[in-house]
């Protein structure tokens, strides 16, 4: 395990390279140049994709500082923190990710590539952490077997996972609960997973922001998020969502006997990809949640207006089979702008004429979304796995 200092310098750049004092010059050189050109690659890509969104990026060291958008945006991660590098592919011990964030005040670098096969979940145990799996060299991270839990409960706040890949995760693949706040998971790629993929749920969890992901074809029952149990203030933008029956998202405010309606905004939803619910449904409100459905893309074989995007809307739809058939399951939507590539009007769905509040994301139309979303989401360069999960996607209209 190495802890240092994050510098500004070329010095720090350096020093991520450094395995042993008695390695040579020459090798320090080689060394150096291959980072150098790895990390300038990196900043060059952050910084394409913040012009075309809206965004801003500061390329600090070793480690790129990016400007996020949406209700998660205000968190700084571990910016200004010491770098641990991780050393070790083993599931626990010295120098591995599990090490990495069983406490906060740091930003984790890779100096290693490849599969960390898992035999539980990785919690998270403190604030002010930076997950950056874009150090690490090619080929890049991947979780399988288990995933990431970001928990209040563990002192989580303050958090920001990029890069990542969570493969084949016996429950879900990054859960997101107990209170946790100012997080911020971008640009991962979540697969296979026994319950949820990419999960925000519990009380008072809140203020996150899910941007630029592949949540994809999860295992048994095929839940792909989950948005519930009174977390709020949820951001979801430029995200692809492939292969799935249901919850793409879900989202229940208040599903408890009180059934109280969200005073505020659950979620913020512009500029993803739903595509192929597979007979199930793309995405359903319910149980008193607030939710802005803005500029997505929705696709599926056979989709239709019923199980597209799914408003719960008390006595008015208590006949509906998605709805529980229960006249006190009543949310509120507003939709905008939203395309369906099975030429639906879904748009007219929503009955909220007002957008609910929400920061501002850079929003694209929804098919110039749906472009950018199928170029850039995930962890690039693409692995096989997500490669297969894209195929077939078609974004044909202008």
Not at 95 to 123: C, E
Not at 153 to 164: E, F, L
Not at 168 to 197: E, F, K, L, M, P
Not at 302 to 330: F, P, Q
Request: aromatic share 6%.
């Amino acid at each position: 395990m190495k802890v240092y200092s994050h510098m500004k310098s070329s010095r720090a750049l350096n020093r991520i390279v450094i395995k042993s004092e008695t390695h040579s010059v020459l090798f320090l050189l080689i060394l150096g140049i291959i980072s150098v050109t790895f990390i300038n690659s990196y900043a060059e890509e952050i910084r394409e994709v913040a012009e075309e969104t809206g965004g801003d990026a500061d390329i600090a060291g070793p480690v790129a500082v990016v400007t996020y958008q949406g209700f998660g945006a205000a968190t700084p991660g571990g910016a200004g923190k010491p770098l641990y590098h991780v050393t070790s592919l083993a599931n626990s011990g010295p120098g591995t990710l599990r090490n990495a964030v069983s406490q906060g005040n740091r930003i984790v670098v890779f100096d290693k590539a490849g599969i960390i096969t898992l035999t539980s979940d990785i919690d998270v145990k403190g604030a002010y952490i930076t997950i950056a799996g874009e150090t690490a060299p090619a080929g890049g991270i991947t979780l399988k077997n288990y995933g990431l839990r970001i928990h209040g409960s563990n002192g989580a706040h303050d958090i920001i996972v990029r890069h990542i890949r969570v493969r084949n995760a016996a429950i879900d693949g990054i859960q997101i609960a107990g209170g946790a706040y100012r997080i911020v998971v971008d640009h991962t790629s979540i697969y296979n997973s026994g319950d949820g993929n990419l999960d925000v749920t519990q009380n008072n969890t809140r203020h996150v922001t899910l941007s630029w992901n592949i949540v994809a074809d999860p295992a048994g029952e095929e839940k792909n998020t989950l948005i519930a149990n009174r977390a709020r203030y949820i951001s979801m933008h430029h995200n692809l969502y492939v292969k799935s029956a249901q919850r793409n998202p879900q989202v229940t405010y208040d599903d408890s006997a009180a059934k109280t309606q969200d005073a505020g905004t659950t979620l913020d939803m512009r500029n993803n990809i739903i595509w192929d619910w597979r007979g199930g449904y793309g995405t359903r409100i319910r149980y008193g949640a607030a939710v802005n459905i803005v500029n997505n893309f929705y696709s599926s074989n056979n989709g239709d207006e019923d199980d597209s995007i799914i408003i719960c809307k008390g006595a008015a739809t208590a006949a509906l089979a998605h709805c529980d058939k229960n006249a006190e399951n009543r949310a509120r939507a507003y939709t905008a702008g939203n395309f369906s590539a099975d030429e639906l009007n879904l748009n007219k769905l929503g009955n909220s004429t007002n957008a609910f509040p929400a920061p501002v994301v850079t929003t694209q139309t929804a098919c110039a979304a749906a472009k950018l979303v199928y170029s850039k989401a995930g962890v690039r360069p693409l692995d096989t796995t997500d490669k297969a999960n894209l195929t077939g996607i078609t974004i044909n209209c202008t």
